[in-house]
């Protein structure tokens, strides 16, 4: 929803343990997530009391009613998260724990490995329920539990429990009272092991003080049955084997100099080893494939099954960096861009009221500011240091929505979290928090780099912009990381997935940009575990964005008929070649380039891809369209000619095609900063 060469620094290596299972609380007034993440140190990334002491002055007032229908008593609201739509709306929605899709109603719940096929624009997976489980007397389910990866749901109007999880190809049922299931599809039994077809997967189940027959289960008090599809390439026997419940996910992760080496853990019912599938963009120094136990299509690509309890992988660090390099830039480099800066100070607009737009016009100035000092043009510094200063304290006055209409922020005691007063693209309703917040970390992590004393008056309002998206401990107040999803690597930015696709994201750039600006933030307030963290979010979010946004690997069977260079709209059964706000090819390309930022490292990388990409981009109109400029920017990213041909294009771009959240001087700049 909601719409580059990178030099790395070296990071203090630093581990971080995140993560234990907890039951609903009955104390609806206090709210927690059935995550307890910690950091490195033993304490969350920013202190809760602190931050319940910025909210009780910022103030609280009741949020939209976004309809948790399906959540028990005592839970964080789940916004943003891969199962939202089992929890949000009047309906409940289907959910991807790949390599499964999964559903619950008012009969029961259902489950199966999805039919992907592809067509010119779209990778469909889409639900399908091939095992259906009918449960006597179920009203509804809620979920009850849920952490890193996992997601428990109650039976309401009857005894059980399901749990699914990211990963994993099994779905246990338990139950505290006697209870018979039915199933759709016909079970039989060949050497102790149960399993069937739908025709095209088989599945399994295993049983403890349960009784499996051809179509139901007799499950006892205390007892559980646990249904598992079998890979294509794989065999029954050996996934029955590990089908010991999965109870908890945790994750750790490690950041040094040139990587991050994330752990997602799932831990067991019995302490014994379950089965793991592992995401393309995960299996670099994988074990060899022919040790997986087989493989699944999704609509990511081919995804590999192996036994244990520890998914590792490790993804490269992305360096924020807060301004441009223009260090080497000569005389008529810098002419050109002091005459550009004069002009974009003067054209200044009134900054918009609302968490988007004003948050990527006060990055912009900030990235105008630090491009005036570089120049040593202190009048327009002055200037521009001034404009986003005193428009940076409006907007963290704690007591500014008790004065003011716009420019402020309040705390959402209905949905926990923090919400602009005046919303845009949903964040109302919690869609694309991460965009809008990162523009406005950014923006305070530039300008607080020589300013101390404006970072200590921001700093309460700012951490809780942080603390909405970036919390490592559940609290009262905040759900863990709440757009981020650590197995997939990246953000969901629908606040209450209302789709049968699954939850979505489109503006892999700015996901990307968020977790910069965090860190920016983090390191200008001191706060090194928050910086740890946010590190490690930069490098899984750039990781995916690369993976499955813009430099997919076309080999793979599963593009086999896609007629397009990018994936820019991706759901959690879906991938488009769309937007949600335009059809033009351009729109496509930029809304994953935007906002191009001296962070936006990811986008360099293969020459040939980034053409191609461009190509198709700019086919229909060339660069002289609504975000020529953008595609400029990434074009330049080819090599020397294509940077120098962009130049060219920029200098005579009509000054209404440059984004709102750009202007020419940066266009130069970013430019002129590639120059090798």
Known sequence: MGKFHTR?????????????????????????????????SGTPVLDANELRASIEELGSKPGKDLKPERLAPGLLPPTNKWFSGLVFGEQTQPVFPLPLSFGADSEGLGFGVPDVTTTGKTIMGGYRPSVKVSVPGVDSWQVSAYDEASVTLSAQGA?????????????????????????NIVFSQTDELWTATDGTHTYGAVAEKATISETSVEVEPGGRVTWFVVPSDGDAKALAALADPVQSTSVSYEVGADEVSTTLNYQTADGGQTAYGVLPHQQDGLPKESSALGSYETIFGAMRLYAGNELTWSSPIQQARASLDLADLNGDERAELAAALTADVADAEAYPADTYFGGKALYRDAQLYAIASQLGDRTAADELRTRVTETLLRWTDPAGCTSESAFCFFYDSTNRGIVGQTPSFGSDEFNDHHFHYGYFLYAAGVLGQDDPELVAR???????????????????????????????????????????????????????????????WAQVSGNSELETQATWMHALEAQAARAYWTDFDKTDPVYDGYQHQISPLVFGGKRDYATWFSAEPA????????????????????????????????????????????????????????????????????????DDGNTRSYLLAWLHSLKP
Request: charged letters at 15%; hydrophobic letters at 45%.
């Open 8 to 40: 790395f620094a070296a990071l203090l290596a630093a581990t971080v343990l995140l993560a234990s299972c907890t039951a609903a609380s009955d104390d609806s007034d206090a709210p927690t997530e059935s995550t307890t993440n910690q950091s490195s």
């Open 159 to 183: 005894s059980g429990q399901v749990r699914i999880a990211e990963g994993s190809p099994f779905v246990t049922f338990t139950t505290d009272e006697a209870i018979t299931v039915g199933t």
């Open 458 to 520: 921001i700093a309460p309002v700012m951490n809780l912009l942080a603390a909405d998206i970036a919390t490592s401990v559940a609290t009262q107040d905040f759900p863990v990381r709440r757009n981020f999803d650590v197995y997939q690597s990246h953000s969901w930015a629908s606040g209450t997935a209302p789709f049968a696709d699954g939850n979505n994201q489109e503006s892999s750039s700015e996901a990307v940009h968020a977790y910069a600006g965090l860190t920016l």
């Open 587 to 658: 729109a496509a390309m930029a809304i994953l380039v935007i906002p191009a930022s001296p962070s936006s490292g990811h986008l360099a990388g293969d020459p040939e891809r980034i053409g191609a990409n461009v190509a198709e981009a700019t086919a229909n109109r060339g660069f002289a369209q609504q975000y020529g400029d953008y595609l400029l920017m990434y074009s330049a990213l080819q090599g020397e000619p294509e940077r120098l041909a962009a130049l060219e294009e920029a200098r005579k771009l009509p000054a209404d095609l440059i």
